[in-house]
């Protein structure tokens, strides 16, 4: 079967198969289970209309219990085995991986990017917002500031490389260190400060990410409340950071978190600029480098990840929800 054919009959199966449900579903509900006649009249319609909302979420719990629920559980309970999953070790591979200089190593460089990235994308981002907004052209500097997030994290890596080049006729740091009569030099192996050329790359992508949403969260703003600071005497400083930035509080936090979220699982820059080498090694890529030993301790880095991230990823869905009340 071609694959053209094979994606129109998975779109029509899908689209008339949701439709097919919903409907059956209701039918057998209003109909047969909770029946809208008879002296439990009102009774019935109150029980249908509870149960309804779950008639349309059990799809989606379904899925989410098949690809996700059920790989979590089964990545932790695998992750207390050895590598052919005939023995059962308990908690050896958490202790052998916490034993290790390399998953230590990777462990403080995720820990300085959660910390990094988010903060100076977000900085940059409301920084550009602020600033576009008072241009004529900011429209056309928001579009060339936002175009990075069109290009995959393996593209931008690419595009750094040449950056970061140690020919001065190719890399801009080394053709400024051929000017100033310095010696070339390679800067993602430099330990330690490789980490932040390659946190660069990430910061590049995600402050066009960070302009967009807070640039839309400032336009939001009244109007006479920003008129009553400049009539009390404000200056330009102070209404930036006393009026306007409390008052998006909520939306920096959400941007910083979403960031936060997607540096913790980042793994193409590093794997793209140096395999991990040099010092910077991340939880994904040690646990990409895992994979390919005869090793069992790649799911349980899978599982240090997964409970690193959840806390942040609860506390941004918790901060979306106040948005929105």
């Known amino acids: 079967m ?49 149960v309804r909302p779950w008639l349309f979420l059990l799809p989606a719990i379904l899925a989410l219990s098949v690809y996700l629920v059920y790989p979590v559980v089964g990545s932790f309970w695998r992750s207390l085995f050895n590598r052919s999953g005939e023995e059962f070790i308990g908690m050896d591979n958490y202790g052998a991986l916490f ?75 080394n053709a400024v260190r051929d000017g100033l009569g310095l010696d070339p030099m390679d800067p993602i192996q430099v330990p330690f400060w490789n980490n932040f050329f390659l946190m660069a ?15 839309a969260a400032l336009r939001g703003i009244p109007e006479e409340t920003v008129e009553a600071a400049i ?38 820059i590093v794997y793209t600029m140096t395999g991990g080498n040099f010092g910077t090694q991340i939880l994904p890529s040690y646990m990409m480098t895992l994979m390919f030993r005869d090793d069992g301790r790649a799911t349980a880095v899978a599982v240090v990840i997964m409970v690193v991230v959840l806390p942040v990823m609860i506390w941004n869905i918790r901060q979306a929800q106040k948005e929105m009340r």
């Open 99 to 173: 034993a290790d200089d390399v998953f230590r190593q990777a462990l403080f460089n995720n820990a300085l990017w959660a910390l990094v990235v988010p903060a100076a994308a977000t900085f940059f981002g409301l920084l550009v917002a602020q600033l576009t907004d008072r241009l004529k052209w900011g429209n056309i500097a928001k579009s060339l500031i936002f175009m990075p997030m069109a290009i995959s994290f393996v593209g931008a890596s690419l595009i750094w490389k040449f950056v970061y080049a140690g020919d001065p006729d190719i890399g801009i740091i």
């Open 201 to 215: 790359i990430l910061i590049w992508i995600q402050t066009g990410f960070a302009m967009v949403i807070l640039s």
């Open 231 to 268: 009539i009390d005497g404000a200056n330009p400083f102070q209404l930036f950071f006393k009026i306007k930035v409390p008052q998006i509080m909520g939306t920096i936090v959400v941007v910083w978190t979403t960031i936060t979220i997607l540096v913790l699982k980042v793994f193409d």
């Open 2 to 50: 071609s694959p053209l054919f094979q994606g129109i009959i998975t779109i029509l199966v899908g689209v008339f198969g949701c439709v097919g449900y919903f409907y059956a579903a209701n039918l057998l509900l209003d109909k047969v289970i909770f029946p809208a006649r008879g002296p439990n009249i009102g009774r019935n319609i109150n029980r249908a209309t509870a």
